[in-house]
């Protein structure tokens, strides 16, 4: 079975501070993605990879930006956190090839206070 | 770009009736890919099923089913003899040529004892 782990199941964090969230798949997908989850919004894209080095940005990457140096590795940085980005945060990995379908973590809930 | 629209935010079904979620989407793109998940309190994302655009045939994985009508853009999860275990989050998704996924807003279902 794919797996996919992120390195906080929750967080809380300061206004101003830099935060790191981590995430590790362990099936050599190609493909890692980051959403924001909020309710009522659904899912929303910040930032993906298609392979080691690669980032493209989503739909919300603003406040954001990512690091992919490990192929199973993708992190997700919040320069400075704002309360606006309280959140939970989903990280997904997929195969390049086969059906697209995409492979979730747990999940990080995400406070900045 | 795509829209995947779930007009209904909440359900409600009794314990062994069948349930039907409803979703449209919208998209210029002749092959693509359609995908139900499922998303429990416990917060992990999972697979329920899938549909290619290019098959007639609706997808079925055991007591889920989908009604798909790719004229009517129109994308259907119906879930037989309902247990317990369903409650829980679901989400309509649709990707095509740019990989990415495109999320519905979501129906949270609860399955009445």
């Known amino acids: 079975d794919v797996k996919v782990t992120q390195s906080s199941r929750y967080l809380v964090k300061r206004t101003g501070e830099k935060v790191f969230l981590e995430c590790v798949q362990d099936m050599d997908h190609e493909n890692m993605f980051w959403y924001r989850q909020d309710p009522g919004l659904g899912l929303r894209l910040i930032y993906f990879s298609y392979d080691v080095k690669m980032k493209e940005k989503g739909d919300i990457p603003e406040g954001y930006s990512v690091s992919r140096e490990k192929k199973e590795r993708f992190s997700l940085i919040l320069e400075s956190a704002s309360t606006n980005q309280t959140s939970m945060y989903l990280c997904?990995?997929?195969?390049?090839?086969?059906?697209?379908?995409?492979?979730f973590g747990p999940g990080t809930r995400l406070t900045v206070t | 770009a795509q829209t995947v629209t779930q007009s209904q935010p909440e359900m409600s079904v009794q314990e062994a009736e069948t349930v039907t979620l409803s979703c449209t989407y919208d998209t210029s793109e002749n092959n693509y890919y359609l995908f139900w998940y499922k998303q429990p309190p416990s917060r992990q994302m999972i697979l329920v099923i899938r549909?290619?655009?290019?098959?007639?045939q609706n997808a079925t994985e055991n007591r889920f089913s989908v009604n798909f009508q790719k004229a009517a853009k129109s994308f259907s999860l119906k879930i037989s003899d309902s247990q317990l275990g369903d409650t829980a989050m679901y989400f309509c998704?649709?990707?095509?040529?740019?990989?990415?996924?495109?999320f519905g807003k979501g129906i949270t279902l609860s399955v009445r004892p």
């Open positions: 998704a649709f990707t095509g040529a740019n990989s990415k996924l495109t």
């Open positions: 549909q290619e655009a290019y098959k007639q």
């Open positions: 997904a990995s997929r195969s390049a090839g086969g059906f697209y379908e995409q492979y």
